[in-house]
T-cell receptor, first 113, second 114 residues
């Protein structure tokens, strides 16, 4: 039973570019949440998707957008990258009836130069 | 913004000793969870304690919750080198409607020396 998988593992971009990160949830899970973790900090909630719609959003600008597909997988898109977007991006999946119990992927390390 | 603040920021102990880390939060919560993260990788869920519970055990882990002080502690007994990791508390604030919008603290980095 595969857990949460994220791709790519590492990514290097330059300022102003756009990036897409991908996440496949744990088998049977229907809800996907995305977090940003800066170096030395705790994860910060970006947004959450369920039934292909954004259900919750944290304090992140509109440059951060996402999508959920019918198979529950999800993408995180970041436009007009800034140096401050460099971080570990974590995807977490859960069941809609137990959203608090979240299973995390290994993350995508994004470096913006 | 971070809901929780963890103390200490870093902890170094010898194998076999107990490790205690604390978490304080700001707003009323539905529940509080503890997660472990190894070397900047994904987080692993350790334990969840609900707001009406005061203490919970899971293996070598013991978690307490004091809602009047808005604080929690995680005790790892008989620590092992494999416990070396960062530990985060995460809260689910009341009013968030059980959305799973977890708010994490800044974490405690634990080093267990063999």
């Amino acid at each position: 039973d595969a857990g949460v998988t994220q791709s790519p593992t590492h990514l290097i971009k330059t300022r102003g570019q756009q990036v897409t990160l991908r996440c496949s949830p744990k088998s049977g899970h229907d809800t996907v949440s995305w977090y940003q973790q800066a170096l030395g900090q705790g994860p910060q909630f970006i947004f959450q998707y369920y039934e292909e719609e954004e259900r919750q959003r944290g304090n992140f600008p509109d440059r951060f957008s996402g999508h959920q597909f019918p198979n529950y997988s999800s993408e995180l898109n970041v436009n007009a990258l800034l140096l401050g977007d460099s971080a570990l991006y974590l995807c977490a999946s859960s069941l809609v009836l137990a959203k608090n119990i979240q299973y995390f992927g290994a993350g995508t390390r994004l470096s913006v130069l | 913004s971070q809901q929780g603040e963890e103390d200490p920021q870093a902890l170094s102990i010898q194998e076999g000793e107990n490790a205690t880390m604390n978490c304080s939060y700001k707003t009323s919560i539905n529940n509080l969870q503890w997660y472990r993260q190894n070397s900047g990788r994904g987080l692993v869920h350790l334990i969840l304690i609900r707001s009406n519970e005061r203490e919970k055990h899971s293996g070598r882990l013991r978690v307490t919750l004091d809602t009047s002080k808005k604080s929690s502690s995680l005790l790892i007994t008989a620590s092992r080198a494999a416990d070396t990791a960062s530990y985060f508390c995460a809260t689910d604030p009341i009013g968030s409607g059980n959305t799973g919008k977890l708010i994490f603290g800044q974490g405690t980095t634990l080093q267990v020396k063999p």
